[in-house]
Nanobody
Framework: QVQLQAFGGGLVRAGGSLRLSCAASGSLFYLADMAWYRQGPAKQRELVARITSGGTTTYADSVKGRFTISRDDAKNTMYLQMNSLKPEDTAAYYC???????????WGQGTQVTVSS
């Protein structure tokens, strides 16, 4: 069983930066593909960025060049550095884990990011 805890959200002005963290409990973090999703007001949940167990990253077009996903397997933690934030980035951000061996999926609770104009 894996538990994910996301934190680091907050209120920031447009153009500002935030760094989200997702701490994972349980074992074998290094065998998990990790991702950040977000869900804005009255919107569907969408993929923001993904990092595989091997370190390959992918990003939604809307965040390319502004957000950077990373992971520290020694600390069982994933990060999302968000720069040049825009009001449309306002959402609850969720961390997601998928065990590459079994396909088991886990979600963390959301952390709210609010960007004021």
């Amino acid at each position: 069983q894996v538990q994910l805890q996301a934190f680091g959200g907050g209120l920031v002005r447009a153009g500002g930066s935030l760094r989200l963290s997702c701490a994972a409990s349980g074992s074998l973090f290094y065998l998990a593909d990790m991702a950040w999703y977000r869900q804005g007001p009255a919107k569907q949940r969408e993929l923001v960025a993904r990092i595989t167990s091997g370190g390959t990253t992918t990003y939604a077009d809307s965040v390319k060049g502004r957000f950077t996903i990373s992971r520290d397997d020694a600390k069982n933690t994933m990060y999302l550095q968000m720069n040049s934030l825009k009001p449309e980035d306002t959402a609850a951000y969720y961390c997601h884990s998928r065990d590459v061996r079994k396909g088991d999926i886990y979600w963390g609770q959301g952390t709210q990011v609010t960007v004021s104009s």
